[in-house]
Every structure is written in C-alpha cells, then in structure tokens.
C-alpha cells in the first residue's frame, strides 16, 4: 500500500484539522493581504509608517475581524480558533498588522464588552467592530511595565466627574484612536475608565526611532487634567486583574499570530535554499542547511500544535487558564524568533534585505518578545503555577 502524499509545506497536515469555516477566513485575509498589503509592507516598514491605516481599518471590519471572537454589537461572534487563524494570516504579513487588529478586538473592544455599562458598549462597540472608529489600550506607563499594580497615573473624584492625570507609554494605535481605555490608580484601587481621545487634556504624540513593528502606530498618552463624566468609568473593571484579564486575551493571538511570521520565514529561506546554488548545487542539498529547515519545521509545527491546544481549551466551557497562555506565549514567541534568526543565516546577506520579509520578522518579534508579557515574566508565572511557589520578588 503506498505511502500518502506528503506537503512539504505542512509535513503533519495541520490544515487538514481546520473546518470549511476556518479555511474561509484564512483564504479571505490572506487574499486580502496578498493583494493589498504584501506588495507595500516592506516599503511602509522601511518609511516607518502605516500610511493607510483608516482603509486598513474599515476592510478588516468588514471581513468581521475586529472583535470577531465577541458576541453582539456588530462583532462576527466566532470561535477562539477562528480568531487565531486570522491573526496568523495577520502576522505572517507583519506584526504590525495582527497587533492592530489585537489591541482593537483583545484589548480596546473586550475591556467594553466584558466591564463596560450598556451605555458604553452601544456607543462604541459597533463603530469599532465596523473599523469605524480606532481604539487603544493605555496601561503600560514609563516607569511601570512588568508592574502594572505601581502604576502612577491617578483618577480622582471631582463632584460627579472624575480628573486623570498620567502618561502612558508604547501604545498601539494611540495616535489614530478615537477612544481610549485608560487605567489608572484611585482611592479604591485600580480603575479602568473609556475616554474619546477629544476630551480636553488628552494627546497621543506618535512615537518615533522604532526599529521594531515600523509599520504600526506607537504612541505615547499624555493625561493632562482629563475631566471625564461618572458614566466614563468601566462599571465591572475593579482591580488590578481587569487589565490583566484584556491582556490575556490579546497573548492569546499573539500565540496563533508568531506561528504566521515564523512561516514566512521558514517557507522563504526554503525557497530560497532550493534555488540559491553554491558549490555547484543548490545549498538545500547540504547537510548543514537542511539541519536548519528541519529543526524550523519542527519548532513551527509544534508552535502550531501549542496554538491548536490552547485554540481547544479556549473554546471549551471550562474555558484556558492564564498560565496557559503563558506556555503558549513563552514558547510560541521564543520558538518564532529563533525560526526568523535561522532563516535570515540561510538567505545569507539577502537576509538583511528588505527585498525579503525574514529581517522584518525578526525585527517585529524582538517588540512581541518584550510586549504583553516578557520572557522573564511569563517564565514565573509558569514556574508558580508548576510548583505553587511565587518568585516573582
């Protein structure tokens, strides 16, 4: 009996497990992306700038990418591994991409949906899913990243309304947002509060020098006396563990949107290795590079393999547990950037060229690595939940 065919490509048949459903949303943003994004992202990369980012926006929300994984108020209400497919389409674009459509859905919209009163959600939460109206998440401060808890951005009472004073720093989308979900420090502990990026007092100054998810909107959030209605505080978010329940979610795409960049980057330097000769045959036919295409094979389809799991757990009524997505985040990231850094020894000097996406790649996963969770972090939280132990001070 022969053996069945083998896709070199996708060795265990990964996409084989995925439903019509899911294929559809995969063949429908890759070719959106394929014919709209793919042919300008080194060049927006390389200038630093997301140029059509609005357009960007508004098609993503027609293909119900925004939000997509909640329920009413114009999102699709798909299931957790439809959301990750798309975000591994995203990435395998550009990070920038996925960390878009990430701090919209995971972060800005589910703060809404999941803490905010019926008010906030009907203002908001359609023109978001529709990509009408941008929104960011200010949590990170200067001083405060891994430590959220010290956070010195302060909302105090004032009569009925509230004043916020504080920065926030490397906020996605912060520049362009039409709202922003702002924590901040009270008297009662952590409060998250939806503030229109028109309201006196706020400013978002575009950060600029990255070399890292060039092409994607990093801003810095300026509170300056922001006086905010009693309505503009989310009524369920109490607690530092708010934000971190948003942050979860979003490492949950990051999870799937690795996987997408990592192929890119295994899939050129194969490429590249069948058609770039040296010695008199193509350098694939070397023992020392097919090492390298192998072990990225491996570490891609397990990475994938992490991403499925979690995708099963999400989607279950018992639901994930954090340090489960911990695992992923760790591994997946860690696991990707390494694929990117193999495949940039492959293509050789071509591999710092822009001409070829495995450079970006590396650049735009060193910004992941460190972003909604470092390594150091995510490496305790792991080790607590193995052993019952908290080193973290």
């Known amino acids: 009996m022969p053996f069945p065919a083998l896709d070199a490509l996708d060795p265990l048949n990964l996409e084989a497990l995925l439903t019509d459903e899911e294929r559809a949303v995969r063949d429908t943003v890759r070719q959106y992306l394929d014919d709209k994004v793919e042919p300008h992202i080194g060049e927006w990369f390389e200038q630093g700038e997301l140029p059509n980012l609005p357009e960007l926006a508004r098609a993503f929300g027609k293909m119900g990418l925004l939000g997509m994984h909640l329920e009413g108020y114009g999102c699709a209400g798909m299931s957790a591994r439809a959301y990750g497919i798309a975000c591994r389409e995203l990435e395998a674009t ?3 991409l996925r960390s ?4 919209q859905g995971s972060l800005a919209m589910f703060a809404i949906h999941r ?22 998440f200010g949590l990170t401060e200067p001083d405060h990243g891994s430590d959220p808890a010290s956070m010195t951005t302060r909302a105090r009472r004032e009569g009925d309304d509230w004043i916020l004073d504080g920065r926030k720093m490397w906020i996605t989308n912060g520049s362009v947002a039409a709202v922003a979900v702002v924590w901040a420090q009270t008297e009662d502990g952590v409060r998250g509060f939806v503030v229109p990026t028109d309201t006196p007092g706020f400013s978002a100054p575009l950060i600029k020098h990255k070399m890292s998810l060039r092409a994607s909107v990093t801003s810095e959030l300026v509170l300056d006396g922001v006086r905010l209605p009693a309505s503009a505080e989310l009524p369920g978010a109490r607690g530092v563990g708010a934000p ?12 799937w949107g690795v996987t997408g960049a990592a192929r890119s980057a295994w899939r050129m330097a194969r490429e590249y290795a069948l058609q ?33 799991q979690l995708a099963a757990l999400k989607d279950s009524p018992e639901g994930v547990h954090p340090a ?7 591994n997946n990231v860690r696991e990707a950037i390494e694929i990117c850094r193999t495949a940039r020894t492959i293509l050789g000097a071509n591999g710092i060229s822009l001409e070829y996406p495995v450079i970006r790649h590396a650049n735009n996963l060193e910004s992941v690595l460190t972003y909604e969770g470092t390594t150091e972090m995510h490496t305790l939280a792991l080790g607590q939940a193995l052993t019952g132990l908290a080193a973290f001070r």
């Open 94 to 96: 550009d990070s920038g």
């Open 100 to 103: 878009f459509v990430s701090v």
């Open 115 to 136: 803490f905010g009163s019926e008010e906030q959600k009907q203002e908001w939460l359609p023109r978001m899913a529709a990509g009408e109206a941008i929104g960011c």
């Open 244 to 255: 971190l329940t948003c942050l979860n979610e979003a490492r949950y795409g990051i999870v």
């Open 324 to 330: 489960q997505i911990s695992f992923g985040k760790l």
């Open 276 to 308: 770039r000769e040296q010695f008199g045959k193509p350098i694939a036919g070397f023992q020392l590079t097919q090492q390298k295409l192998v072990d990225m094979a491996l570490e891609l389809h397990k990475a994938t393999l992490t991403a499925l």
